[in-house]
């Protein structure tokens, strides 16, 4: 359970440091489908 909010931790920490980069991945997921 504290390994899963450490990782939702981790991932609010990249969405704030890389929000191009998520935003470019999720255009390619969803060119994908």
Do not use: D, I
Not at 5 to 13: D, W
């Amino acid at each position: 359970m504290s390994a899963m909010l450490f990782g939702l931790l981790e991932a609010v920490q990249l969405l704030n440091s890389y929000p191009t980069v998520l935003w470019l991945w999720l255009v390619n997921f969803n060119h994908r489908l």
